[in-house]
């Protein structure tokens, strides 16, 4: 068979997408290689459900929103994987490919060891990055544990589709609510663990924004319960 | 054999449904319908709901074909809902619980809504959105209860879609989202809306308040209002949609059940059923007779509690506006 030239270069500069690692709600995850290196191809296909005018208007937003808070990310030394190409119009993102367990099954595992410190301390770490991101103003929009992966030590974030940019702390409680309610959800046994990942956000925060941020959550926690049902 | 009667009135539907072994025996109901650019308010339901019960009573057991000996418990709706409407349908059920001499099943509407989803498709353990009037969530089963993954953080989707046709003032018979859904199917400019999702929430309010301000406006420059119903369904299903599947690719499941009001939207099961396709689940769903609140889902729901021994005393049969989803402890499944 012929090799591309590309190929034939030699391995360094080898590109390929390879096999599906998971379909998302927006797009198609596959594992392969960047000039070498592992990857994981993200594209967002076409969704048929939604008429075309949306399904663009909503891939392209949502692309340079990705790519626009992994590089503000990686500039201030959080840590999320490295862009190595955007393509808006093949709709396609490839960045690295982090190597480790996400946190939801980090989390399951140590579950089922009955593993109480490990737990406590993973939570914490996740409380810490999310601070970190606040902290250059960025609203991650889809904070869940299967979006974090624990890897060399740290915690990775993931997908970031749906962020945003603010300074705002109704947007950042409401980000720490999003996760809350994921969370409650995903690991039903853990709820009372949860509080350790908001001591870790408010040690990583000044004092001053951090009575403002619990005033913030209880108020959107409120919000959330306390909605009417009529109509 | 377990044979149980439920009654349903936590908004405009009043019904009374028989169900035995899953299988649905009867299932009358009757709509309070409000005149053009009018919502229903509770008092006044309450009042519809006390005038028609007897009847619709008498003509579930005269379905059914049973005698009130048959029956092994009586279930109601305890909320949540509309207090008065809840309060004027409960009263009856204590009341003929005593009469017959049967237990009392205080069933939670939303868990009524998913247990006849279940029951009518045959969905396993379905990833669930529930779109109604008063409700806007997707629920997934875990660990002894259904949990709430996403839902509305301000208004119910039925809500928005209520008040807008009071814009238009649409006809609210059959229903508002009926005559929204028909006047979509003319629709063909598509109008750009705010379309608010955060992570597997959604937001109607600020949609609703911009057709509000704009909709005389956007008729004037020559859009239809075929055009607005259809971009409002659009854009208020593809936010939907988009996040009953981020519940999907998060918890893995593979199978997806639409219950509630809204659910009986040809379009919404359409896109919904594109979403399952696109990656290899399943939808199920189901037609007028139960998307719609009936009596049969909250006898189906009673069943299930009557083999589970989950009985409510009339000292605390009293009815809650506010009883979320997730507060039901679902001792009948594994």
Redesign the interface.
């Known amino acids: 068979m012929m090799k591309t030239s590309r190929e034939r270069t030699g391995e360094k500069w080898l590109t390929e997408r390879k096999s599906l690692l998971?379909?998302?709600?927006?797009a198609r995850v596959f594992e392969g290689t960047f000039c070498g290196r592992k990857a994981v191809f993200k594209e967002r296909f076409r969704?048929?459900?939604?008429?075309r005018?949306?399904d663009d208007?909503?891939t392209k937003e949502r692309m340079k929103n990705e790519a626009r808070s992994l590089s503000r990310c990686q500039m201030a030394g959080i840590p999320v994987p490295a862009i190595y190409e955007a393509d808006l119009f093949n709709r396609r993102l490839i960045t690295a490919k982090i190597e480790g367990l996400t946190v939801k099954r980090l989390l399951k595992e140590a579950e089922d060891q009955g593993d109480l410190s490990k737990i406590d301390n993973i939570l914490y770490q996740v409380g810490q990055g999310i601070a970190k991101l606040h902290g250059i103003n960025i609203i991650h929009?889809?904070?869940?544990t299967?979006n974090m992966i624990f890897s060399d030590g740290k915690i990775f974030l993931l997908d970031f589709g749906?962020s945003s940019s603010s300074d705002k702390v109704e947007e950042k409680a409401?980000d720490l609510y999003?996760l809350e309610?994921?969370f409650?959800?995903?690991h039903?046994?853990l709820n009372l663990r949860y509080p350790h990942a908001i001591e870790g956000y408010l040690h990583s925060v000044g004092k001053k924004s951090r009575s403002a941020l619990l005033k913030k959550l209880d108020e959107v926690r409120l919000?959330?319960?306390?909605?009417s049902?009529?109509? | 054999m377990v044979c149980v009667i439920g009654f349903e009135g936590s908004?405009n539907k009043l019904g009374v449904g028989i169900v035995r072994d899953g299988e649905v025996l009867a299932n009358p109901r009757v709509t309070y319908v409000t005149p053009p650019g009018e919502?229903f308010k509770?008092g006044p339901t309450a009042k519809h709901h006390r005038e028609h019960i007897i009847e619709v009573l008498r003509k579930c057991l005269d379905e059914a074909k049973i005698s009130p000996s048959e029956i092994d418990a009586v279930s109601f709706t305890q909320?949540?809902?509309?207090g008065a409407p809840l309060v004027s349908v409960a009263v009856v059920a204590r009341t003929v619980a005593q009469l017959w001499n049967k237990p009392l099943i205080g069933v939670n509407h939303c868990v009524g809504h998913i247990e006849m989803g279940r029951l009518i498709t045959g969905a396993d353990n379905p990833t669930v959105l529930y779109v109604s009037?008063?409700?806007t969530q997707v629920i997934?089963y875990?660990?002894r209860?259904y949990?709430?993954?996403?839902?509305?953080?301000?208004?119910?989707i039925?809500?928005c879609l209520?008040r807008f046709a009071r814009v238009l003032k649409l006809s609210n018979d059959p229903s508002p989202g009926y005559n929204i859904e028909q006047m979509a199917k003319n629709g063909k400019k598509?109008v750009?809306l705010p379309?608010v999702?955060?992570?597997?929430?959604v937001s109607f309010s600020g949609l609703l308040s911009f057709l509000e301000e704009r909709t005389d406006k956007l008729l004037k420059e020559g859009y239809t209002a075929g055009d607005l119903c259809m971009s409002l369904q659009?854009?208020m299903f593809?936010m939907l949609?988009?996040?009953t599947?981020?519940a999907?690719?998060?918890?893995g499941s593979q199978e997806v059940l639409i219950v509630g009001g809204v659910g009986c939207n040809k379009r919404l099961q359409?896109?919904?059923g594109?979403?399952a396709e696109?990656?290899g689940a399943k939808l199920f769903a189901t037609d007028m007779r139960f998307c719609i609140d009936n009596g049969a889902m909250i006898a189906q729901a009673g069943c299930r509690m009557f083999e589970a021994g989950m009985f409510t005393g009339i000292e605390n049969s009293s009815i809650t506006?506010?009883f979320?989803t997730d507060e039901v402890e679902v001792k009948w499944r594994d």
């Not at chain 1, 919000?223 to 909605?227: F, I, L, P, Q």
């Not at chain 2, 999702?197 to 929430?201: E, H, I, L």
């Not at chain 2, 999907?248 to 918890?251: E, G, L």
């Open positions: 998971m379909q998302g709600a927006e969704k048929n459900y939604r008429i005018q949306l208007h909503l929009g889809d904070l869940t299967s749906l409401v999003v309610r994921a409650g959800s995903t039903p046994n919000r959330g319960r306390k909605r049902m009529e109509g | 908004a919502g509770p909320g949540p809902g509309m009037g008063g409700n997934a875990a660990a209860r949990r709430i993954f996403g839902e509305t953080i301000d208004i119910a039925g809500n209520d598509f750009p379309y999702v955060k992570g597997m929430d659009e854009t593809s949609i988009e996040t599947e981020r999907m690719a998060h918890t359409e896109m919904m594109i979403m696109e990656r506006q506010r979320r």
